[in-house]
């Protein structure tokens, strides 16, 4: 029986080498995300999660203290005013749609507060965390 030829696998495309300006705002997001974290660790908060993705959209810091969960929005920009102007509504309603999945998949019995914060963060100053920054849709 003669043996047939192999054929060649069709390699796919490379894919293209993601903008300087997308790898450098990543970047900038994850050192924030970092920041914001370490903020909420100094002040007597447990991180139960970080970049908690679901279909409906990200929460960028999920953490409790006690009774109270707070899923929080972190902003990075040049100044602390900027960033606090840079949550939208559409990000607000997303991160509480967000929320309620976290919530139905991971019931807490303990908890009795949620909160939605935003933590603001700039260059050369520190993390400003506004607590019950928006209310959920």
Do not use: C
């Not at 939605?116 to 506004?130: E, M, N, S, Y």
């Amino acid at each position: 029986m003669a043996r047939r030829k192999a054929q060649p696998r069709n390699k796919p495309a490379p894919k293209p080498a993601p903008r300087p300006e997308l790898v450098a705002a990543f970047g900038l997001g994850i050192s924030a995300e970092s920041r914001a974290a370490a903020w909420l660790i100094a002040h007597g908060y447990r991180i139960l999660a970080r970049r908690w993705k679901s279909p409906l959209g990200e929460i960028d810091v999920i953490a409790a203290r006690r009774h109270t969960l707070i899923f929080v929005e972190v902003k990075a920009r040049a100044t602390l005013n900027d960033a606090a102007e840079a949550v939208t509504e559409r990000q607000k309603q997303r991160i509480a749609a967000a929320a309620e999945i976290r919530l139905a998949a991971n019931p807490m019995p303990t908890i009795r507060d949620m909160r939605f914060d935003a933590i603001l963060v700039a260059p050369g100053k520190l993390p400003r965390h506004i607590l019950s920054a928006f209310e959920s849709s």
